[in-house]
């Protein structure tokens, strides 16, 4: 017979420690080890707080960041979509429809000028102008698109800022 515990969050200084640490290091073999030893933990306490904190949803995935420009996406194009109307039925087709295409790396509903702001990496220009003109411009109530590349990469991080 096991006593099921009300699951409660580490200390904040713990939590920002095991945050910073996951944001930065890959899930392999040696994971539980290094991320261990970069807490000063033992594995099976390291073990203990990491899959409460998944159960809870504070942990969402594992992944492994890639260098785009090493594997040849090498367009970095921010794009502004407006739409016909704002209602929900037209928000749903477009948030679909960009949900489908690979490109599309981040997507936000926007106040503003725009409806959306899209990030997108494709390899280069004629991808990007297909990916515009043979389906963005084709998606139903699209009636505004304005891009804007990037130039340079200043700061790109996938931890988040847990402030002890």
Known sequence: MSIERPFTLPRRDVLYGLGA????????????????????????????????????????RYVTLLDPLKIGLTVS???????????????DTFEN????????????????DADYLLRVVVSDMQSLERFIV??????????NIRSSFALKQVKYKTALPLAV
């Open 134 to 143: 043979d389906y963005l411009a084709k998606i139903p109530g699209v009636s």
């Open 97 to 112: 429809s960009v949900l489908a295409r690979d490109e599309v790396m981040e997507c936000y509903l926007m106040t503003g």
């Open 21 to 60: 640490t996951l944001g930065s290091v890959a899930l392999t073999s040696i994971f539980k080890w290094s991320l261990a030893g970069a807490l000063i933990l033992p594995q099976s306490i390291l073990l203990g707080m990491t899959f409460p904190l998944m159960s809870a949803g504070l942990i969402r």
């Open 77 to 91: 194009v921010f794009i502004q979509v407006s739409l016909e109307k704002q209602m929900r039925g037209a928000l």
